[in-house]
């Protein structure tokens, strides 16, 4: 990495990683998903924290942009993934001192090829929208890219959040703090770094993000944003499916205007009927009417005839429907898999086949 760096390849980023679960939001009718499935405690509580964020950062413009935002993401196909680090989903050894989620990516399917923003563009869309992100570094010269690695070899051990955080901004050639302060919010015991390499005009990108997008200023951070999320589920503790509606209830209808995705439709139990198992082999077989339905089906094809250790699994999308005996269903696919080889030798098969389009696996 060092010398890719020196040759003025790529640069080095660096950003911290905060001790949570994968909380995936595509807007209210997009869905919000969670340990490999949606309609859970996982994801209600994931709403609840994102809505509160937005009481935090617009204060009385919350509801009107919690509104916006849904139907922002929902134009665009967008979908934004947050680390969720609370105190009642469990922990790796620290409990957090308050609840909040960080954006790590944006991904936004749009008309045509996928994109996925890179650093600056998921910071500046987030100062857009007032939403937390990551502390970030950037290492772009070879002194700054030797420090680092003699800095994590050096602090990587016995390293809490503090002195990591002092040592990488001083040898940074750009650091951009964090929303939230890991020590504030989730305290000292840091889980580690995440270091990778991108685009050697990441610098110049940053740089003019951070002179175009400045620090949003937090309009209700003194206001009173009702109960906490520790609160509600203390009060509920003895039913789950109480805990989520009294979650989906507070956050309030801007953020969550119908809750079928948790409770079902009619009577019926959000996932207690999936969809008959030929719904995957019928979509497999559709002529696909646009660019990402015809890349979906390359991957899917491609996952069951090397019989990944996956499963596909689809749901009735009851956001979308009226009735159940509608000609035009939509449906939910979740797609689960089973063990970390499987992404290694799919993307083995994407480069031995040449299909460097396909859809990525993360």
Known sequence: MIEIVSQGLATIEVTQKHSGSLFMYAGHL??????????????????????????????????????????????????????LVTAVLGDHGQR?????????????????????????????FCRKWRLPTNHVWLFSTRKSATSFFAAYDALCEEGTATPVCKALDEIADISVPGSKDHVMVQGEILEGLVA?????????????????FPIPSLDGGD???????RDICAANRSDE???IKALLENVGSSMCPDHRDWFGYSGLEPQSRNADKSVVTHFLQAHPTDYATKKLQEMIGLMKRKNFS?????????????????????????IHVYSDSVFRRYQQEMSNNGLIEFPRLT
């Open 96 to 124: 957090p001192k308050d609840d909040y989620a960080v954006v790590t990516a944006v991904t936004e399917l749009g008309h045509g090829k996928p994109q996925f923003y890179s650093t600056p563009e998921v910071i500046s």
């Open 196 to 212: 990778r390499i991108v685009s050697r005009e990441s610098s110049v990108q940053m740089e003019e993000v951070l002179r175009n």
């Open 310 to 334: 996956a499963s596909f699994k689809s749901y009735w999308n009851y956001q979308k429907v009226d009735s159940l005996s509608n000609d035009n269903l939509c449906y939910k696919m979740v």
């Open 241 to 243: 499916k109480q805990q």
């Open 223 to 229: 206001s009173d944003l009702g109960p906490s999320l």
């Open 30 to 83: 997009g869905g919000a998903y969670a340990k490999n499935s949606f309609g859970n405690i996982f994801t209600a509580v994931g709403v609840f924290v994102l809505g509160r964020l937005f009481r935090e950062a617009w204060g009385s413009k919350a509801p009107k942009m919690q509104a916006e935002f849904n139907d922002f993401l929902e134009k665009n196909r967008i979908c934004i993934s947050m680390e």
